[in-house]
T-cell receptor, first 109, second 114 residues
Framework: DAKTTQPTSMDCAEGRAANLPCNHSTISGNEYVYWYRQIHSQGPQYIIHGLKNNETNEMASLIITEDRKSSTLILPHATLRDTAVYYCIAISGNTPLVFGKGTRLSVIA | DGGITQSPKYLFRKEGQNVTLSCEQNLNHDAMYWYRQDPGQGLRLIYYSQIVNDFQKGDIAEGYSVSREKKESFPLTVTSAQKNPTAFYLC?????????????FGAGTRLSVL
């Protein structure tokens, strides 16, 4: 599993885009990048995943650099309910997920 | 509704007691996982099972035991050998047939020692 590095914490103004970076410089060709978030005292929630191409769904966008060594999760219009810890994970196949400490995002009114 | 159900939400353990945490899923997922989360920390893998009647140890399996007799169920027993069991326990499942590993989590069980 590729090691991922994320900032410990970030702030974002409500209504603005939240851009959460993740470094995964040792990622291998068959490893996907996954993003999950965990709101306080709840189970983690899947957000989005990608391999090479940028991806978008109803929750967020995922931008992966061409060399695949880093990615950015974008929440286009952050709300107070997006305050959570965000985890970036890089794994292949059915390997169990490895959660680091993630980035604590605080959305401020 | 489809999903993962963990029970109880809160559990208290006395010294020397074994306790069992329940995890049930109706998503027809093949693989199931147990994680432990301590305050301010990420999730750590305790055990996982990719098929009925088979399971593997994760990073912190000591003091825990599991069984997988049915596809839908993956109970976790916290034994008296686990000296520091106070934590938030999370169960997850994923479809083994998927090309990607999207895990779906339950709401968790918070275990405390009396």
């Amino acid at each position: 599993d590729a090691k991922t590095t994320q900032p410990t914490s970030m702030d974002c103004a409500e209504g603005r885009a939240a851009n959460l970076p993740c470094n995964h410089s040792t990622i291998s060709g068959n490893e996907y990048v996954y993003w999950y978030r965990q709101i306080h005292s709840q189970g983690p929630q899947y957000i989005i995943h990608g391999l090479k191409n940028n991806e978008t769904n109803e929750m967020a966008s995922l931008i992966i650099t061409e060399d695949r060594k880093s990615s950015t999760l974008i929440l286009p219009h952050a709300t107070l309910r997006d305050t959570a810890v965000y985890y970036c994970i890089a794994i292949s196949g059915n390997t169990p997920l490895v959660f680091g400490k993630g980035t604590r995002l605080s959305v401020i009114a | 509704d489809g999903g993962i159900t963990q029970s109880p939400k809160y559990l208290f353990r006395k010294e020397g007691q074994n306790v069992t945490l329940s995890c049930e899923q109706n998503l027809n997922h093949d693989a199931m996982y147990w994680y432990r989360q301590d305050p301010g920390q990420g999730l750590r893998l305790i055990y996982y099972s990719q098929i009925v009647n088979d399971f593997q140890k994760g990073d912190i399996a000591e003091g825990y035991s599991v069984s997988r007799e049915k596809k839908e169920s993956f109970p976790l027993t916290v034994t008296s050998a686990q000296k520091n069991p106070t934590a938030f326990y999370l169960c997850a499942s994923t479809s083994h047939r998927a090309p990607v590993n999207i895990q779906y989590f339950g709401a968790g069980t918070r275990l405390s020692v009396l």
